[in-house]
């Protein structure tokens, strides 16, 4: 069985999440949606909110599953048997942070892969960051937001 790990912080979910999720599934039996808790920050979101917020987003695919965790990604992913880790890349910028995670990981368990979504051309601006921003002055991120994640906004 091929299971996969989308790990991060979705606080909150974007379309561009949305993205790499729905191209991602096709391609493993089981892709768990990790949410990464650093204790060590304060969120926008709940971590129990950013779970029922993905939740109601991919609530019809049964391939998906939602789930929290600590400490290492790699560690976690042996935990739930996966053997792939699933990373959006936006921008060069992305690629060079993300190769030289994988890199690590890679050292660290080298029996999991990681696998590179490059983002759709119109989503590559679209960040948690920038939206958190957007929301903390009062705009409207309905245009970056999948329509389920609004209620919890």
């Not at 048997?81 to 080298?110: C, L």
């Not at 601006?125 to 245009?143: A, P």
Request: charged share 20%; with cysteine; proline share 4%.
């Amino acid at each position: 069985m091929k299971i996969a790990l989308f790990p991060g912080s979705f606080d909150p979910v974007t379309k561009a999440h949305v993205d790499i999720v729905k191209r991602a599934v096709n391609l493993f039996d089981k892709l768990y949606i990790g949410i990464g808790v650093n204790s060590s920050k304060q969120g926008f979101l709940s971590i129990a909110q950013r779970e029922q917020m993905l939740r109601a987003v991919f609530e019809m695919e049964p391939r998906i599953h939602i789930i929290a965790y600590e400490g290492l990604t790699v560690d976690f992913c042996k935990s739930i048997d996966a053997n792939y880790m699933v990373r959006g890349i936006r921008t060069v910028s992305d690629f060079e942070y993300e190769k030289a995670i994988a890199q690590m990981n890679h050292v660290m368990a080298p029996d999991i892969e990681s696998i590179f979504i490059v983002s759709k051309p119109g989503y590559s601006s679209i960040s948690s960051t920038i939206v958190r921003e957007v929301l903390k002055h009062g705009g409207d991120v309905s245009q970056f937001i999948p329509k389920e994640a609004l209620a919890y906004l």
